[in-house]
């Protein structure tokens, strides 16, 4: 079945230095979104792209959705601590479900 | 609106043992869905609902039972708890609008089978 791909798996980030995660599907996607959990919590939605070379930005963070549509990337700048947490994408299965990229696991040296 | 309430947050059972998680929603959401997390792992879909009294198994369903009675309420119900369920349970619930299958989280229930 559909599966999306997450890279890294582990992301060990100096405060203050910029990083990108990566998420491809084997099959083209309709949309793509993106969560975000910080340690012990829930996910919690980030964002939705919907078109084809689509890029949206919320604050420090920019997420792209490839030209194909089997690709996405979250871009942060300037990492801080408050960035600390794991970063899902997922992709529609069907019609009302989701898979679940494994994720990219942030950590932010001081 | 307190959106997606999840009851208990931890729950230490022995091997043999049943129990329900209880998940609730007031948002009207149609789609409700169970996850489970296991450590350092994203996120397996166990069962879903697209509506009262319709509910279809997930990638994981085995060892698992829901029911969807209303619209606001999806309990997920373990029989013969084993260890290899113990997980973090997070349940979720969505709509089909302007924001496609977003979907808001529970604040998740922490269990152990030892």
């Known amino acids: 079945g559909q599966q999306v791909m997450q890279i890294p798996q582990y992301q060990h980030v100096q405060e203050g230095e910029d990083f990108t995660t990566y998420c491809n599907s084997s099959?083209?996607?309709?949309?793509i979104q993106w969560y975000k959990q910080r340690p012990g919590g829930h996910p919690v939605f980030l964002i939705q792209?919907?078109?084809?070379?689509e890029v949206k930005k919320q604050k420090r963070l920019t997420f792209q959705f490839g030209e194909a549509k089997k690709n996405s990337s979250l871009h942060i700048t300037a990492t801080q601590t408050t960035d600390v947490g794991t970063y899902f994408c997922?992709?529609?299965?069907?019609?009302?479900?989701?898979?679940f990229g494994a994720g990219t696991t942030v950590t932010v040296r001081a | 609106n307190a959106g997606v309430t999840q009851t208990p947050k931890f729950r230490i059972l022995k091997i043999g043992q049943s129990m329900t998680l209880q998940c609730a929603q007031d948002?009207?959401?149609?789609?409700m869905y169970w996850y489970r997390q296991d450590p350092g792992m994203g996120l397996k879909l166990i069962y879903y609902?697209?509506?009262?009294?319709?509910?279809d198994k997930g990638e994981v369903p085995n060892g698992y039972n829901v029911s969807r009675s209303t619209t606001e309420d999806f309990p997920l119900r373990l029989e013969l708890a084993a260890p290899s369920q113990t997980s973090v349970y997070f349940c979720?619930?969505?709509?089909?609008?302007?924001?496609?299958?977003?979907?808001?989280f529970g604040p998740g229930t922490r269990l152990t089978v030892t």
């Open positions: 979720a619930s969505s709509t089909a609008g302007t924001k496609l299958y977003e979907q808001y």
């Open positions: 997922a992709g529609p299965r069907g019609d009302y479900k989701l898979s």
């Open positions: 948002m009207n959401h149609n789609y």
């Open positions: 792209l919907v078109k084809s070379g």
């Open positions: 609902s697209v509506g009262a009294g319709i509910t």
């Open positions: 099959t083209t996607l309709s949309n």
